[in-house]
C-alpha cells in the first residue's frame, strides 16, 4: 500500500471526469422534456428553489425557443444559475418537488433544461443586464464566491461601485474550488465568474485576505458598506490518536488539490478511507476511486437512513465501486514509521434523538479495523473563529452572529452564506448574497 500519484493514463482520467450529468444531445430532445411541463399554477418546483427560480416561465420560454428570455428569467434569481445546474442536489429541491412525482413518472428534467439556457448564455457571452448608472456608492465584498458574487451583481446592477476581495486567485469559492470535478469544470467556473463580472462595476481584487493584505477597520474606513462572504474553512478535527499520521487528509484540501493541480499530480492512496456521509464526503470518495485508489469504503457513525447526502450522490458512489460502511465512528489511526495503515472504528447503534434530531449514535463496545493508506476526513467544515474573533465581529463558535437574516452586530456590516450558516448549498449562499444586497440597499437609503 502506498500513496502515489499519476496511477492512470491521461486518457483513463479524461474519461473518469468527464461530465456526469451531459447536456441535451440537441434542440429537439430539450424541445421533448420541456413540452411535458404542466406550468403548473403554484408551481411547487419553484417554491423548492431557494433563490425562488420560476421555472414554469423559463421552461414555457425554452419550448417558444425564447432561449434569451429563459435565461434572463433564471438569473434573475440566481445568477450562478448556470452552476447550480450543474451542482444543485435537485432531487432534494426543484426536481423533488416536480408534480410528476406525485404521478410516479420521471420528474420534468429541471435542472437539465436551465443548463441548457444557461450554457448558451454564458458561452456567446449574452449582455442580458444593463447596469445603471454609477451611485458613487462604494461597497466591499469579501469572498468572490457564490455569496458574494450574488450579492456584488446585485449592487453593481443598482450603480453601486463594488470591490470584491477574494483570497484565492480564481473567483467562484466553493463552485471553483471543492466540488467534484465531474459535476463542474474549472473551466466553466471561470467561464461563470467572467460571465457575472461582465455586467461591470465589479472589481475583484486576487490574493487579497481578510486579515491578511487588508482589516475589517480598513474597509468600513474606505467603503460605504461591508458584506463579508467568507465561506468556511477546512474539515472539522476528529479529535482521535493518530490524526496527525502521514496519509491523513482533510476532503476539502484533497478535492482542492484535484481541481488546482492536475488529476495526475495528485498523489492518492491505494486503500481509501473517507468518513462522513455528505456531498462532501462523496465527492472526496468518488474522487478518490476515479484517480485510481483500488479500495474505497466510506464509513458513516449512523444508518443508512440518517446520510446527510442525497440517495442519488450516494448511487454514484456506489456505481463507483465505493464501499459503505454503517454505524462505525472513528476511534484511532493506527500507524507504522509515521504513516497510517489502518483505521479503528467503534461499532454504533442508535439511540433516542440528539440535538440535530437524529437518532444518537452509542457505542456498542465493538470495534472493527479497516486497513488504509490514506484516510480523509469529511465530517463538517470548520467556520473561521480565530478570523471573526479577531475583528470583533460576534459569532457563535465561529459561524457569524446576524440579525434579520443579514445584519451583524457591526453597522454597515453584512454577512451570508456559509460563514453565517456553517455551510449549505451552492444555491442557498446565492439567496443569501441576495439578502445582503437588499439589506445593503435599505441602509445606504436606496430603497
Ligand atoms: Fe413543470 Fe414539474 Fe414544475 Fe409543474 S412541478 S411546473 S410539471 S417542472
Known sequence: MSIKNNRLTNEQYDENFSDIHPPFENKEAALVEANRCLFCYDAPCTKSCPTSINVPKFIKQITTENIKG????????????GGCSRVCPVEKLCEGSCVYNLLHEAPIPIAK??????????????????????????VAVVGAGPAGLSCAHVLSREG????????ESKG????????AAYKVTPAFCQDE?????????????YDHELGKQFSLQDLQRDFDAVYLGIGVGLANKLSIPGEELQGVEDAIRFIYDIRTRGYGNVPVGDKVIVIGMGMTAIDAATQAKRLGASEVTMVYRRSEAEKNCTQVELDIAKLDGCKMVWLAAPKEVLGEEGKAKALVCDIM????????????????????????????????????????GQNQIEHNRGKIIVRDK???????VFAGGDCVNGGKEVVDAVQAGKEGAEAIFSYLGLQ
Open 160 to 167: 453601486i461601485d463594488v470591490t470584491v476581495f477574494e483570497k
Open 193 to 205: 465568474v467572467d460571465f457575472i463580472t461582465s455586467l461591470g462595476g465589479i472589481e475583484i481584487k
Open 406 to 412: 443579514v445584519s451583524t452586530t457591526i453597522k454597515g
Open 113 to 138: 433544461l436551465q443548463r441548457y439556457s444557461t450554457e448558451k448564455a454564458i458561452q456567446d457571452k449574452w449582455k442580458l443586464f444593463e447596469r445603471k448608472p454609477s451611485n458613487g456608492k462604494r
Open 172 to 179: 467562484g469559492g466553493l463552485m471553483t474550488y471543492g466540488i
Open 349 to 388: 447503534k442508535l439511540g433516542a434523538p440528539d440535538y440535530s434530531g437524529k437518532p444518537s449514535p452509542i457505542p456498542t463496545g465493538e470495534t472493527i479495523t479497516i486497513e488504509a493508506d490514506m484516510i480523509i476526513k469529511a465530517t463538517g467544515q470548520r467556520p473561521f473563529e480565530d478570523l471573526v
Open 70 to 81: 429563459s435565461a434572463l428569467t433564471i438569473f434573475n434569481a440566481n445568477i450562478f444559475g
